[in-house]
């Protein structure tokens, strides 16, 4: 009379889904840029339009409406003044800017 014990491991596998050979070409979209410029001053240009602070949400906004694929770039000197370049931020994100993207000016 023979007794057999056997335990069973249960195996868990992941169900891969191969990617297809021949993906499907990427649509690229144009961005347009609205490049918001702050000196070492302080000064602001909107689209080489120069412009005071208070009316920099207005022109984003204007542009966003005129623009495909829109996309803020606010681009301030070095020594530009850290309050003036949050408002910029504060004031394209307030205009409904999708991408607000910073960059320092090569000057």
Same mark, same amino acid.
């Given at each position: 009379?023979?007794?057999?014990?056997?335990?069973?491991?249960?195996?868990?596998?992941?169900?891969?889904?191969?990617?297809?050979?021949?993906?499907?070409? #990427? +649509?690229?979209?144009? /961005?347009? *840029? !609205? @490049?918001? =410029?702050?000196?070492?001053? &302080?000064?602001?240009?909107?689209?080489?339009?120069?412009?005071?602070?208070?009316?920099?949400?207005?022109?984003?906004?204007?542009?966003?409406?005129? #623009? +495909?694929?829109?996309? /803020?770039? *606010? !681009? @301030?000197? =070095?020594?530009?003044?850290? &309050?003036?370049?949050?408002?910029?931020?504060?004031?394209?994100?307030?205009?409904?800017?999708?991408?607000?993207?910073?960059?320092?000016?090569?000057?």
């Amino acid at each position: 009379f023979f007794i057999v014990t056997t335990s069973f491991v249960r195996e868990f596998g992941v169900d891969v889904t191969r990617p297809d050979p021949n993906p499907p070409k #990427k +649509e690229t979209k144009k /961005v347009e *840029v !609205i @490049a918001v =410029r702050i000196n070492s001053l &302080g000064d602001v240009s909107v689209d080489d339009r120069p412009t005071d602070l208070g009316r920099v949400r207005a022109l984003i906004e204007t542009g966003l409406v005129s #623009k +495909e694929n829109p996309s /803020v770039v *606010v !681009i @301030a000197h =070095r020594d530009a003044d850290a &309050g003036v370049l949050v408002k910029v931020i504060d004031g394209a994100r307030a205009a409904g800017a999708p991408k607000v993207s910073l960059a320092q000016d090569a000057g």
